[in-house]
């Protein structure tokens, strides 16, 4: 796992990553990797080469506020997890908009590492769990969080990566929503099987992604179902 620890003050960061790397070696069976910054946009240039998974920042920085660059880090991935680091407790709120895993307060450090760590662990290990589908050749293995959608068309799955690769396999939909149902899917037509993570709004009978420019169909009679479903699940995101 690589990590992220951005602070204008060296003392902040050595404080997180004595905490992070204490909890967090004890619960995932990996090597961390702990990358140190002292200003924003150094962070922001770093993630387009090293590509972490767990960023830790500060908001309130000289060179570039940590939500400004939050939004820019969140366009590089979505499943990056992002926690915001601040001795402003008010800031909380206006940080929600990049979806970050957690908010640590500098005047509540240890309880607050605690809790976002156990968040961080768990969205982990859901990001990286693998599932296989079908029997012998027409074996199917695939990360469910770096999916868009699923589209049936006759006994067959049209798989939309978010990457852009798409991929085709022979297996029925109704028993993929089965499998899905707790992994961040939602059955929003009968020929579509969405991924929450990926969808930008739910406006009229259509879902919007996040390409800006793919619309699904969603059937009509299911809508209140379906976006309570949805509202349900970025909730439980945050």
Known sequence: ????????????????????????SKSLDEELEIYEFNKGNELVEAQKKR?????????????????IAAKTLRATSYDLLIAFFSSHDECVFESFDVGPIGFIRKTNIDSDVRQTCQRIIKKYREICVQLTIGEGTEKFEFSPSAIMYFESESRYLNVYYADGKTARIKFSIKKLDKMLEDKGFI????????????????????????????????????????????????????
Not at 60 to 66: I, K
Not at 189 to 212: T, V, W
């Open 51 to 67: 590509g972490f998974d767990v960023i830790v920042l500060d908001i309130s920085m000289p060179d570039l506020d940590g939500r």
């Open 187 to 238: 059955r929003i037509h009968k020929q579509y099987l969405a991924n929450y993570r990926y969808i930008f709004s739910i406006e009229g009978g259509e879902a919007l992604l996040i390409d800006m420019k793919t619309k699904l169909p969603m059937t009509r009679n299911r809508l209140r179902e379906i976006r309570e479903t949805y509202f349900a699940w970025l909730g439980g995101r945050r």
């Open 1 to 24: 796992m690589k990590i992220a620890i951005c602070d204008d003050e060296q003392i902040y960061i050595e404080a997180i990553k004595e905490r992070i790397c204490g909890i967090l």
